[in-house]
């Protein structure tokens, strides 16, 4: 069974920093691209940034400057970093992944069950 688990959410203050975290879990062949996307109250889930099995980065223009995706290959895990919080970065954050486990089963895409950021003052 291939799951992924998120961390680090929580409640801070505007320009507050967070690191968010993502695990994968599982008999894990090979992870291709992953992703945070967050949704707010009232609105449609958003992709946040994502990042290729190369590195390649991707970001919201919202997040731009701000958020940093970075992955462990060796550990199946990805991280958001997020600095210079905002309230409307207020939402729940999940992580998304396309993963092919040992036994050929792929999981395009998987999502980890959501992390509450919460930024106020």
């Known amino acids: 069974q291939v799951q992924l688990v998120e961390s680090g959410g929580g409640l801070v203050q505007p320009g507050e920093s967070l690191r968010l975290s993502c695990a994968a879990s599982?008999?894990?062949?090979?992870?291709?691209?992953m992703a945070w996307y967050r949704q707010a109250p009232g609105k449609q889930r958003e992709l946040v940034a994502s990042?290729?099995?190369?590195?390649?980065?991707n970001y919201a223009d919202s997040v731009k400057g701000r958020f940093t995706i970075s992955r462990d290959n060796a550990k199946n895990t990805q991280y958001l970093q997020m600095n210079i919080l905002k309230p409307e970065d207020t939402a729940v954050y999940y992580c998304k992944a396309d993963i092919r486990s040992y036994r050929g089963i792929v999981y395009s895409p998987i999502w980890g069950q959501g992390t509450q950021v919460t930024v106020s003052s």
């Open positions: 599982g008999s894990i062949s090979s992870i291709n691209d």
């Open positions: 990042i290729t099995s190369g590195g390649t980065t």
